[in-house]
């Protein structure tokens, strides 16, 4: 019999209408609608929520996309094809004098227009310790300045400032400025103009040193495509600036928080599929004698396959529309949840991860369900009269492996760290290929055992030994739930807290500079009386990098290459005998105590890499009119998160014994505490006191974000991890309730079949428990040392996995199996 495609369409349509009450097309469409649902919130979560972090960073570039230079920007840069659909403002920062009738005192002033900044706002005081304002920006005729100008100049509210040939009024006390905190070492005693007051103020004349800035703010999109239109365009005394380059520290918790949230998503996805699978092969299973009956009718191989295989896309794209709205509506209600967490502004998000979770249920459901359906299109017809006939596929183990490279494939589609993939992939894979070889022989071995148990215990082993295959790909599966479980908790409860405590309460929020070493005593007196918590005090001295090796480093490098920036400009330069806390040697050694010819110098880790240098290679600095030849002698890596002085260049201590130099260190303040930092101002005038406050705030803000994420993600892995337990108990549900059935009627108690149930899931979850505790153990240990970069230690609350998997899936196990306790054997047993 040759039916038409029209004709097989219709009737797997119908037949799936037919069996849509039967339990394994509920459990493989529940199954299905979880996984899309899972990925999708997850999906739509993790993007909107790193947008909306993406934006609350921006803060520190005021904008989303800066553009740079040291001359006014050219008329096609400023208006290029994007710029109608972008938000723009404009700035100038330059160095005046500013005076009143007592004093005179040099600041960088920075003129501003009506749309400045894009990102955050300004933050300011009417009057000294009073309340902080939200918003605004100097007005034309107006000057607001920071508390170290108006104590270096006496100035109270009111008073008239004197910028160039025009006088301006003292209308607020500037306390914070988004962009002020890209570069901690810039900071000199900020005033704020309107840029309407230059022309008057006339303080711009040829060869000023002027930084203009440009910037931008809007979508995604748009603003990549700016950058890709300026970027043609960029001089070289001009440079863009995005979210990267703003701040080292923000972008490190970014990327961070990225990697946290993108290992909760592939666990969840993990689980999802394997719910999908046990679905999917039970649903097979129970159509060995349907196909067989079809292939009688004179159904061919392929079209049999065709359709059942039409009938799961049907309910894959059905579950996929139900678990995309359930996905959007979920996320829509977090969202709410944190809104008195999140910035005001979140993207709304694209299409892609609706696009995510069908895919991900197509290829879940092609994958899984593929080998089961090859071996249906398989099925003789002689299986209507013989039930021992099973077919097996001939490339089954192949076509698991095309879903795992698929699986893979879509995880870096997903943006997935790939790191992340490979390190869960393998150990989780190690633990469950050696530990599921060591369970089968394991179980194969226990038939002496049985012996001398009694009659719950034998019956409860007997059911596991019938088919150790099957038993071992169930611990696997329960194995895999609770390891999953077990990393996202691990990520919560350690990782994060690793990383919070990498931003102590009491972190440096102020840093010193230019102060002299005559100063050192008695500043380091004062400061430690005030503070609770005083880094060191680091030389610090400016120099260029001429020289790589005995050539000019400049004509190294292409002329657009990243690293033309750092030798472009002066470096801030250090020495010390001691290795900072927060660096650590990765390559070569301190300093050397043997009599070296040349200086010695270590170098950042990821700056070697730019310039293409190593242990043992020569540096020529030109520092004060003088050429200094160090060798490098040891790689360091940085924890720019420390807020402590961080340096990319150290040299040692006996080589610059008479280099001009001055100090700086970082120092703990409270809030509040103004009037402290006035007085340091007012002993020290000198000496430049940055305050980096909103550096650390935007990181918290990060950290409780990121935290609360994760908190609310757990709860989709845990209900993902329950669908696939169900669904794994609810797979062999008929097998349970005919077997008990017919131990009953054999004369076997309800108790003594309760307790058979009991045993039976108690040793699959220890067992499962087990297998998750090392697999845990194996991928924690990759995690740590090849994506976090942090210590490993064992994990001894892992040791209770195995109590935990007893309990958890007994008591699942029982409460999903009640049905075969409550079966009466007549019902079930055929008369």
């Excluded at 005033?191 to 309407?196: K, L, R």
């Excluded at 931008?216 to 070289?236: K, M, N, Y």
């Excluded at 292939?295 to 894959?316: D, P, V, Y």
Aim: aromatic share 8%; glycine share 6%.
């Amino acid at each position: 019999m040759q039916l038409k495609l029209t004709s097989l369409l219709k009737l797997a349509i119908k037949q799936l209408l037919r069996e849509r009450r039967t339990a394994e097309l509920r459990i493989l469409f529940f199954a299905l609608v979880i996984a899309v649902a899972s990925s999708s919130s997850i999906g739509h979560f993790s993007e909107r929520l790193q947008g909306a972090m993406q934006l609350s960073a921006g803060e520190f570039l005021a904008a989303d996309l800066v553009l740079s230079s040291s001359e006014a920007l050219q008329p096609t840069q400023i208006n290029t094809q994007y710029s109608d659909m972008l938000k723009t403002a404009h700035t100038l920062q330059f160095a005046s004098m500013l005076a009143t009738e007592n004093s005179l005192q040099l600041a960088s002033v920075k003129a501003v227009d009506d749309n400045y900044p894009l990102r955050g706002h300004l933050r300011s005081l009417r009057r000294l310790g009073g309340e902080e304002i939200s918003g605004g920006r100097p007005q034309p005729g107006e000057v607001w300045v920071d508390a170290e100008l108006l104590n270096s100049l006496n100035l109270t509210i009111g008073d008239s400032v004197e910028i160039g040939a025009t006088e301006l009024t003292l209308t607020r006390i500037l306390t914070y400025e988004p962009d002020r905190a890209g570069n901690l070492l810039s900071f000199t005693p900020r005033a704020m103009i309107h840029h309407s007051d230059l022309t008057a103020a006339d303080v711009l004349q040829p060869g000023s040193r002027v930084r203009y800035r440009q910037l931008w703010s809007g979508d995604a999109q748009t603003i990549r495509q700016q950058r890709q239109a300026l970027q043609d365009q960029l001089l070289p005394h001009q440079r863009l600036e995005d979210l990267e380059d703003g701040n080292q520290q923000v972008s490190n918790a970014l990327a961070r928080a990225a990697s946290y949230l993108n290992l909760a998503s592939l666990t969840a996805i993990l689980l999802a599929g394997v719910a999908v699978a046990l679905s999917a092969n039970r649903y097979a299973r129970q159509r060995f004698d349907q196909a067989a009956l079809l292939r009688c009718f004179g159904l061919s191989r392929r079209q049999t396959l065709w359709l059942f295989f039409t009938q799961l896309l049907t309910l894959a794209c059905l579950a996929s529309l139900i678990g995309t709205l359930i996905g959007w509506l979920t996320q829509l209600a977090l969202f709410e949840l944190l809104s008195g967490l999140l910035p005001d502004e979140i993207p709304a998000g694209s299409l892609q991860p609706f696009m995510a979770g069908i895919i991900t249920s197509v290829v879940m459901l092609a994958g899984f369900a593929l080998p089961p359906l090859i071996a249906l299109g398989r099925i003789p017809p002689l299986r209507v009269l013989r039930r021992d006939l099973i077919p097996v596929a001939p490339a089954t183990w192949v076509l698991y492996g095309s879903v795992l490279v698929t699986l893979t494939a879509l995880m870096w589609q997903l943006n997935l760290d790939m790191r992340l993939t490979t390190a869960l992939l393998i150990g989780g894979g190690c633990a469950a290929l050696a530990l599921g070889i060591v369970l089968f022989f394991s179980l194969k071995s226990l038939n002496f055992w049985l012996a001398k148990r009694n009659l719950a215990w034998r019956l409860s082993l007997g059911h596991l030994l019938r088919y150790p295959l099957n038993s071992v790909g169930q611990v696997l599966a329960f194995a895999l739930i609770l390891l999953s479980m077990a990393l996202i908790i691990l990520l919560r409860s350690e990782l994060l807290d690793n990383w919070q405590a990498q931003l102590p309460q009491q972190a440096p929020n102020h840093f010193a500079i230019n102060i002299l070493p005559s100063q050192q005593p008695d500043f380091s007196a004062e400061i430690k009386s005030i503070s609770s918590n005083v880094a060191p005090l680091y030389p610090v001295t400016l120099g260029r990098l001429t020289q790589i090796n005995g050539q000019q480093a400049s004509d190294l490098f292409d002329a657009n290459a990243r690293v033309m920036r750092t030798l472009q400009r002066d470096l801030n330069l250090t020495w010390t005998h001691q290795l900072p806390n927060n660096n650590t040697i990765v390559q070569g050694t301190w300093w050397q105590t043997n009599d070296s010819k040349h200086m010695q110098v270590s170098l950042e880790q990821e700056l070697a890499k730019e310039l293409g240098v190593a242990v043992g290679d020569q540096l020529t600095f030109h520092i004060a009119g003088l050429d200094y030849l160090a060798q490098i002698t040891s790689l360091r890596t940085v924890d720019w998160n420390s807020m402590q002085p961080n340096f990319f260049v150290i040299f040692n201590p006996k080589d610059m014994k008479t280099t001009t130099h001055t100090l700086m260190t970082s120092f703990y303040l409270p809030e509040h505490s103004e009037q402290q930092r006035i007085d340091l101002a007012k002993h020290f005038p000198s000496i430049s006191i940055l305050q980096v406050d909103a550096v650390l705030r935007q990181l918290r803000d990060i950290l409780a974000q990121v935290t609360l994420a994760i908190e609310l993600i757990l709860l989709f892995v845990l209900a993902a991890g329950i669908t696939v337990l169900i669904a794994a108990l609810q797979s062999t549900l008929t097998e349970r309730v005919q077997q008990g059935a017919l131990i009953r009627a054999l004369g076997a108690s309800r108790q003594l079949l309760a307790h058979t149930q009991r045993n039976e899931f108690a040793l699959i979850g220890a067992l499962s428990g087990l297998l998750a505790w090392l697999g845990c153990e194996i991928s924690s240990y990759i995690l740590y040392h090849f994506t976090f970069n942090l210590v490993w230690q064992p994990h001894i609350w892992l040791a209770a996995l195995p109590l935990i998997g007893a309990l958890l899936i007994t008591s699942v196990g029982m409460l999903g199996t009640r049905k075969v306790l409550n079966s009466s054997p007549l019902q079930v047993l055929p008369r």
